[in-house]
């Protein structure tokens, strides 16, 4: 952690004299407006949040710190978090550093199986893994820190060492509820030498293929940040801003993850891939995917994995995705529909004339990748998306605490007061 550590150390003059001087000698200059339809509209590009560890533009996707993520597909995911905090990727002795920190860290306590093994049988997974994080926070070192009085500088440093023990630990967890929630056996317990994202595949236990564990390591490297106004990853900052440690932090950005306009429509898309197969006994014709998809929208239904709320281009993620089927050969009907989907689908939609954005989203094709090397239970895919969001979760949150971040605290106003100003 000594390298991690000192990277950031390196950072952080710079950043508070940036807050210092932007709030004393720049705080009044204006950046937007606010109109009435972005008070009603889900806050819809109001630029009131800071985010340093990864941008989205309409027009091309996600960049980790300014590093487009088709740029970062053969990197590890540890290599990831690491870019994803200091800005910078790491050098051969960081690399080993924080790949060791995570492994030191992967096993978890036997209370976590415990208290999951005690959880209904039909639980969301989704739940299991945000009661599993939380169970985790028993171990926060921030907690303790705060509590013995600590200064601001042992405060984010306890968070960098949080972070490290709940993104090693997550993974574990996760496979863990994998094995406990689908009848698969014991936890699998992590193995030596292996690296984060191997041993996130090991502990699975659904595959020994060399090309499953390059799926997963690519899984938590695209999944791993998405700027801060998604759901999950502002829910996690408000949290984290009330001073809460990363665990209550990272387990409500699961909360909402766990919903279907969000995290939960890779399970969604799926679920659509398999009741297409199911309904034309294999794959569909052009022309049937075009009429049944005409059918879902017209009974009011979205088309799960398409559109973006910030998007209008291909997600250069599913791009990564449907190049790793390719470069792997690989086929089977659920593959060969999402790839006839994204023929059909933008066409669809675009007749259609809703969606600002026809094209599809990473969800569109991580889940039947992942159905093809036999994990098929897709309810447990937004618990797979989560491990990889938990980085640039965590990211986002060290960042606030190197920054200074105070609490969040934005003014609502009631019904009548915007009507008022409406004129009405
Ligand atoms: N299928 C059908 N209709 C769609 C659509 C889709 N895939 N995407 C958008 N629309 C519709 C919206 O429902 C909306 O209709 P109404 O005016 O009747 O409410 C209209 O088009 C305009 O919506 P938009 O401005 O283009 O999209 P939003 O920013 O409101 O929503 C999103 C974005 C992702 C929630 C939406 O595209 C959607 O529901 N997609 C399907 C679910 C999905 O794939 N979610 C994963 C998102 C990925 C992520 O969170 O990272």
């Known amino acids: 952690m000594e390298l991690f550590t000192s990277r950031l150390m390196e950072m952080l003059p710079g950043l508070r004299a ?60 540890e290599d990831i978090f690491f870019l994803l905090c200091t800005g910078s990727k790491p050098n051969a002795n960081e690399h080993d550093e924080i790949k060791h920190a995570f492994a030191k860290k992967a096993a978890v306590p036997e209370y976590i199986w415990d208290v999951l093994k005690a959880m209904p049988k039909d639980s969301h997974p989704m739940v299991m893994l945000s009661v599993g994080v939380m169970a985790l926070e028993r ?15 042992a405060l984010w440093q306890a968070t960098a060492e949080d972070s490290i023990t709940l993104l090693s630990g997550i993974s574990t967890i996760a496979a863990g509820i994998y094995r406990i929630r689908f009848g698969k056996g014991d936890p699998i317990a992590p193995k030596a030498g292996l690296d984060w994202s191997a041993n996130f595949a090991h502990m699975l236990g659904v595959s020994d293929n060399e090309s499953f564990r390059d799926l997963i390591r690519l899984y938590l490297v695209l999944h791993s940040d998405h700027e801060g106004g998604n759901v999950s990853a502002m829910t996690s900052h408000v949290v984290s801003s009330a001073l809460s440690d990363v665990f209550y932090s990272v387990s409500a950005g699961l909360n909402g993850l766990a919903g279907p306009l969000h995290g939960l429509a890779n399970q969604e898309c799926l679920r659509f891939i398999l009741d297409l197969k199911h309904e034309f006994n294999g794959v569909p014709t052009d022309e049937q995917l075009r009429e049944y998809t005409w059918k879902r929208l017209s009974s009011g239904q979205v088309i799960p994995g398409y559109g973006h709320a910030v998007l209008r281009v291909t997600d250069p993620r599913f791009t990564a995705f449907h190049q790793f089927a390719e470069k792997h ?74 920054f200074n971040s105070p609490i969040v605290r934005p003014k609502s106003m009631t019904l009548a007061e915007v009507k008022k100003l409406a004129g009405m």
Request: glycine share 8%; aromatic share 6%.
């Open 139 to 153: 171990e926060s070192k921030y907690r303790r820190v705060y509590e013995e009085g600590g200064s601001k500088d």
């Open 18 to 77: 940036d807050r210092a001087a932007l709030m004393k000698e720049h705080g009044d200059v204006q950046i937007a407006t606010v109109a009435i339809e972005q008070v009603l509209g889900g806050m819809r590009a109001v630029p009131a949040l800071l985010c340093d560890t990864s941008s989205v533009s309409a027009d091309e996707g996600l960049r980790i710190r300014n590093i487009p993520i088709l740029e970062l597909t053969d990197a590890t995911p």
């Open 329 to 402: 050969n690989l086929e089977d009907d659920t593959i060969q529909i999402m790839q006839k989907l994204f023929r059909i689908v933008p066409e669809v939609l675009k007749e259609q004339g809703k969606a600002k954005n026809p094209w599809p989203n990473v969800d569109a094709a991580s889940g039947s990748l992942l159905h093809h090397y036999g994990l098929q239970e897709f309810e447990f895919y937004t618990v797979m998306f989560g491990v990889s969001r938990a980085m640039g979760i965590c990211s986002q949150i060290l960042f606030h605490r190197l």
